[in-house]
Each structure stands twice: as C-alpha cells, then as structure tokens.
C-alpha cells in the first residue's frame, strides 16, 4: 500500500472519533499487542518471533502507531504454512508479521461491537460468550424437540474461495469508514491472490467470514429454507435440522443455491443427509440417537477454527528450530563440524578438555563448547592446540579416533580405536598381497578408477570453458585406460598411472582462474596455495577413510596397488586413489575457482613454502564438510548415499571380496 492508496481516502485524513481512529490510538494497539502476545503465535514472513517484538515493544508500537497515521504504513511479507490434514487434505495457513497482527487486532477490536448486534443465533464460532459447547447442546437440544434429520454439510474451502468484492460491499454497509475500509482492503488483497480468500492466521479472519457467512444463517433464521427448519453453525461447518428425510433433501438443495449466490459451494464429498439413528458426527463430538460422545477421531475446534492451537504449535517449533540453530552456530564456532560431528580443535590456544563426562572445548578460561561424546564422530587436533590426557581417555573409551596435524593437514599421529574382526580379513589381505596374479587384477582395478575419474573431472570442469588443450589431454588419459588390461604387474600398472598423472595435472591447471596457478603437484613442504590445498584436503580424505577401515576390521598395511611395508598405510591409499578426483580435487577446484579461498588467506612470505591463515582454514573445513553432505548415487543399488556413507559403503565391498563374496568395484565417476 502507497501513501495514496493508503488509509487516507482522496488525500483527507481519517474524521475524528472514526473506527480507523479508535483502531490505531496509541492505547488501543498496546491493548492489541498484550493479545497477540499472550497468544504466543509463530512469526511472520519477515522471522520476527513475538519474543523479539516482545524486547523492543514500546518503540515498535510508537513507530506503528505513526506509520497508521500518516499512512506510511505497509503490511509485511505474509509466511504460508502447510498442515496435513486429518482426511488427507491440506491446510495451508497465511501468518501475518507480528506487527501486522497487532493492527488487526486493534481493527477486530473495533469492529466487534459494530457487528456482533447483526449476527444471528445460528453461529457459535468466534463469538464473545459463545462456544463449541454451546453449539453442541444446541444440536442436542433440538434433537430432544423431534428434529431428527441432518443436513451435515461443509463449505467447500471455504477461507481460500471468499470472494473480497462481495465481502467488502457487505462490510461497507456496516462500516461507515472509508479509511478503515481501505485498510482492510489492503490486507485482503495482499493476502489473497486473483481477489479471493480470507488468510487463515490473521486475526480479522473469523470476524470477517462470519459477516460473510451471516447471509447463510439469516436464510435459516427467516424460514427461506421452509418451514420446520433449525441451523447450527460453526465457522464453516454446519448442520440443518429438519423434522423428516423429505425436508432435508430438499432443504440441501436451497442451501447450495444460498451458497452461489455468495460464491461459494458445497463440498458435496463432506454433505450428506443423515438420521440421529445413523449417527454423524460434529464439532469433535459423536451425536448417535441421543447420545452425544466425544468423538476419538476429532478434537474441539477453538476460537478460530483450530489456526491459534497450530500457530502455538509452530511457534513452538520456531523457537527449537532457533534454540538448535543457536547451538549449532555456538558448536560451528567452536569447531564441531554441524553435519559429520568431526570436532576440529585447531585454533591457537583451544584446549580439548573433559568437565562432567562432557568433553569441552576452551579458549583460555572461556569454555566455549561442552557436547556429550556420543555426538562426536572424530577429532582432528591443531598444532597450536592442544588436548588434556582426560579427554584422550574419554575418546579412547568412546571409540572416538583423534588425529593430531601439523600446520599443513598433514597427520602427526593418531589415537584409534580397537578394529574388530581383524583376524581373518588379515589373513584375507595377506593371501591377496602375496598372489601376484590377484594382486595385479586388483591393482588394476584401482588405478583404472582413479585415471577414469581424473578423466571425468576434466571433462566436466571443461564443459563450459571447452578448451581444446585439455579436451585433448582427456582423450589421451582415455587411451591410457585401455592400455591397463595387457598390463601384467603392478609396476606396469603404476607405469600408466604415472602417465596419466603427467596428462592430467597440467590439464587440471589450465582450468584455475586468475590469480591461481598450479605449475606442478608437490606435495610436501606444498610450495602454493593451490598445492597445499591439495595436500590438506587429500589428508582429511585419509584420515576418513583410515578411521573406517579401522572400524571395520581392515588392515590398513596390506597394499595392492602402494604396497605393502611397515609404516606405510598401502590398503588406506589403494581405497583412497578413486575418491581423490572427485572429493579433493574438485572440491579444491571449487574453492579456487568461486573466490571461496582469496589471497589474503595464505601467508606467502617463506618462497620454499606456503602457509595458510586460520580464516583460510576454516573455508577448507567448512567447504570440507559441505562437499561430504551432498547427496551421491550409489553405483551398486541406486540408494541415495552422503559422501561418507559412499566411502563407508567401499570399504564394506572391498571386505566382502576378501571373504569371496563377490567383486570389489571401486566408484566411477559419471560424465
């Protein structure tokens, strides 16, 4: 609403002692907003809760106050809200912002007095002294006096089908209020699309539909129906109570011509003619012959038709959902990852302690986070913080692995748990490692999946660039993967690999973007932002997939492809080799490449090396933990995976094979 089509009509401002008036004194919207407050709904389309509003009361109203009369003021965005209903519809609610509920308020104030003289005795829905009880008696009342036919009929959606033009005119012989009436208009339209609906959420609401619906009970009231003819109605529910069978049809009749005439329709799946010796059912209660039983399959509709009980409801739900996402941005800060619950303790200075069988992370004498260990999957410990032997001790009990790094990501040793099943998988492995012929076949299985995705990665990375330069390294990286079946030994093997890794980092370089640069991989002292990067993220991938092998009873030594000898985790890297495109290599692609990582974030001062800074480090982690929640197809079933579940899940087959129970066959990357 513009200044122009505000609540001043024609440039005036509104007659004193008018409605709009009364509606929008000081007094009267701090009489509104003790109402709305005390009703504790759920915010509106802008998120401000009730309790915020609540913090700064005075001065919002004040601002209110002015913007009403000066005609500045502006409805908020409207938030819609979906409820399943118990017949297997749905119930959409359209909640006004907080503000905007306190001005209907203030207006449904006004307006009560003005309208409830016009109202007939037929309705008992949001009414002062009236109620379903009421309603109930009444039914059973009449009932008593030989009224033992029902017309059990129901609106056909009723609050979404209010036609605004005939609504307004049937208001406007009542309200004599231009400014007043312009301000309702406003709420309709911007809450109804195509001039139709009242919002069900807004307080106005249940006034404005039983005006609408008094044309219904005014039919009723002056026999229009026929003789011998009793209605009683709730909101849009309602019955006719009709001496015979014969009258009810009829009268059903009338009534869908009555509801036409309005715009309106009956849900003829809902409406029925029925007998008190059938039964039916009505306001949550059961009305068979005389008796009147609580109905197990409804509960009583409130004041508005059960919208405050769901807005109580969701505001509840609200203020959790805050009350979690405060947690979790307090955990977040911390270091706890809030999707894989991987506690990153890597912030100079932080402790990881344990208080109360909790374990804490602390910043001096400041505890910044205490979590159950249930709810820590890993912890990764910086070389600028540190971790006292308790909460070592609690890890250990709780099989929680922890893993101490240096400044580069790179692991500087590591507490894990106890591995089950070892024995035969051991073995298993062994007889694998020593069969030259089993060995290759595998070996080849590994290095086929990693050249493919490196093959992969580029062509997608391409897709829009299309350059030809790595379009034409990608082509001859797919010769390379079919020159690994004729080759016989794990040398050979590696051969290829290496002649792959030779096309394929160049090609991965020309798809950085300025200032980005990646002459060579090197790994360790990483030279580059690029490459330490690289060797961050490809350590975090190691150490996944170590703590599952460790988990699930695989060796970690036994190596087809890497070999196998002491210190040396052969098997972790062999399982590693094709995830490493599309985990490490993409992810760090996408942290370049969407100004994710900036210059500012490394520390280049040393030629030899480079650093990177804490805020650099917690992009790499936060992009981390991102790049594992997103969603992956697994290639053996279809099922939708996590990125940790995939890696969970290739592990899991790589150990079935062992035990004979089929092929290993690691992931391959889609085009």
Known sequence: ???????????????????????TRLDSL?????????????????????????????????????????????????????????????????????????????????????????FEDASFAYRPGRS????????????????????DGDIERFFDRVPHGPLLAALDVHVDDPALMDLIAVWLEHAGEGGLGLPQGSPLSPLLSNLYLDDLDEAAQDAAFGPGVRLV?????????????????????????????????????????????????????????????????????????????????????????????????????????????????????RTLALRNHSLTVREGEAELLAIAPGRVGRVEIGPAAGVEDEALRACLTEDIPVHFVDGWGRSVGDCLPPGRDRAGLHLAQARLVLDPVARAAAARSFAGARIHNQRALLRRLNRSLKDKETAAAAARIGRLIRKLPIQGDVAAIMGVEGEAAALYWPALARLLREPWRLDRRRRQP?????????????????????????????????GVLHGTRDTHQGCVYDLVEPLRGPLVEALTMTLFNQRHLKVDHFDRSDPDRCRILPEGRREVIRGWEAWLDNPIRSPRDGRRLKWRGLMEEEILSFARSLRGAGEHIPYRMDY
Request: hydrophobic share 40%; with cysteine.
């Open 526 to 558: 990483p030279p580059d932002p690029v490459n330490l990067v690289l060797s961050w993220l490809s350590a975090l991938l190691i150490r996944e997939v170590e703590v599952l092998i460790s988990r699930h009873g695989v060796h970690p030594g036994f």
């Open 233 to 349: 109605r709730y909101a849009d529910d309602f019955v006719l109570l009709c001496r015979t069978e014969a009258r009810a049809r009829a009268v059903l009749e009338r009534v869908g011509e009555t509801l036409a005439a309005l715009g309106l329709s009956l849900n003829r799946d809902k409406t029925r003619v029925v007998s008190f010796d059938s039964g039916f059912r009505f306001l949550g209660h059961l009305f068979v012959k005389s008796m009147v039983l609580r109905s197990p399959a409804g509960e009583d509709p409130d004041q508005d038709g059960g919208a405050s009980a769901l807005l109580r409801a969701l505001a509840h739900e609200d203020d959790r959902e805050a009350e979690q996402g405060a947690r979790r941005d307090a955990e977040e800060s911390a270091g706890l990852s809030p999707v894989t619950r991987v506690l990153y303790v890597m912030e100079r200075g």
């Open 132 to 151: 379903v009880v009421q309603a109930v008696e009444r039914v059973r009342a009449l009932r008593g006096k030989g009224y033992l036919w029902v017309v």
């Open 1 to 23: 609403m513009t200044k122009r089509d505000g609540p001043k009509r024609d440039g005036k401002r509104p007659p004193r002692h008018s409605l709009y008036e009364q509606a």
């Open 30 to 118: 701090e009489a509104a907003w003790h109402r709305v407050r005390a009703n504790a709904g759920a915010a509106g389309g802008d998120g401000v809760t009730v309790g915020l509003f609540d913090e700064g009361a005075a001065v919002r109203l004040l601002s209110l106050h002015k913007a009403l009369r000066d005609g500045s003021y502006l409805p908020g965005p409207i938030r819609r809200v979906s409820f399943a209903k118990a017949d297997g519809g749905e119930r959409v609610l359209s909640i006004p912002c907080v503000v905007d509920r306190v001005v209907q308020t203030a207006v449904t104030d006004a307006l009560v007095p003005h309208l409830e003289p016009e």
